[in-house]
């Protein structure tokens, strides 16, 4: 039985949620709400870098502004078997391939013919079992496993974007040290749980290209992207901790509240009389400068 169409929020747990954070969850929620869909909550804690006890507290504090979901939210990491199977899967069918590359290689590596700036070169792609038993001793660390993808870019539609075209390389679906990597892991993730509505930071815009070729070649849902602005501090740099109170609980959840509606135009707002405003037409398209205060 298929599951009803649903939209998400995804933090990572390496960090308390700041007010740009919110900001994003809120829209997410107000997405998925206002085309009638469920709205899921998933804690991204595959990186060893990541505590469970901070992704305690984003949920805490998602439900301390107000927003609601519709499942227990989701742990990554009590998911590996369903990555573990498509990887195998890919393998089955000869799609993945042993790289043992370092972020030092690939920058230092000649640019392969056609490929856009910045794609993997394919140092790794066609190696021999021979050549691959020399790179194994060479560098002494288990290999990451690449995609072999059959082209340089890809194009998704994006509700705040449009049209965006952008690189789909051999990219990592399971890093050196065995962890499925973020593009392979949120694309399994949204086709098990149903989600066919990703709203998300526009940081992670390039990565659209990437994610939805791998849901296409898994015969998955097409996805619908929202990629939305980004909060930036004053010297107009990413928020970050460093920047002060931008924590919930440095700022309070009305506080809270009263700045992200003021950075969507409203007056002060509970999430649901923000859904009865809310019009993705009529969001920002520019970052929102943060100033504490």
């Not at 709205?39 to 505590?51: H, K, N, S």
């Not at 609601?68 to 990887?87: C, G, K, L, N, S």
């Not at 792609?125 to 038993?133: C, I, Q, V, W």
């Not at 509970?270 to 929102?288: E, I, N, V």
Request: charged share 25%.
């Amino acid at each position: 039985m298929s599951l009803a169409p649903a939209g998400r929020f995804a933090p990572s747990p390496s960090a308390d949620l700041h007010i740009g954070n919110l900001r994003t969850a809120v829209l997410a929620w107000l997405f998925a709400r206002s085309t009638g869909r469920r709205f899921l909550l998933r804690v991204e804690d595959l990186d060893d870098r990541t505590f469970s006890e901070i992704g305690t507290r984003q949920i805490e504090d998602l439900a301390a502004i107000g927003l609601t979901w519709d499942e227990p939210p989701q742990w990554q990491t009590t998911h590996r078997a369903r990555y573990d199977a498509v990887i195998e899967r890919l393998q089955a069918e000869h799609l993945l391939y042993e790289c043992y590359c370092s972020r030092r290689d690939i920058a230092q590596a000649p640019q392969a013919p056609h490929a856009p700036e910045g794609a993997y070169p394919g140092t790794c792609r066609d190696l021999t079992e021979p050549e691959r038993a020399t790179r194994r001793a060479e560098t002494g660390r288990p290999p990451a496993l690449r995609l072999r993808t059959d082209t340089f870019v890809g194009t998704v539609t994006d509700l705040v974007h449009g049209t965006y075209t952008g690189i789909v390389d051999d990219f990592v679906v399971r890093r050196g040290d065995g962890v499925p990597a973020y593009n392979l892991a949120v694309v399994v993730d949204d086709a098990e749980s149903g989600v066919d509505q990703v709203v998300r930071g526009d940081d992670l815009l390039p990565s659209s290209p990437r994610q939805a070729y791998l849901a296409r070649l898994l015969d998955y849902p097409e996805t619908i992207y929202a990629h939305v602005p980004l909060v930036l501090n004053e010297d107009g740099a990413r928020l970050a901790k460093r920047d002060g109170a931008v924590t919930l609980a440095e700022i309070g959840v009305e506080r809270a509240l009263e700045q992200i509606c003021r950075s969507l135009g409203w007056p002060a707002l509970d999430p649901d009389g923000m859904l009865r405003r809310f019009d993705p037409a009529g969001l920002p398209r520019h970052p929102w400068v943060y100033r504490p205060g």
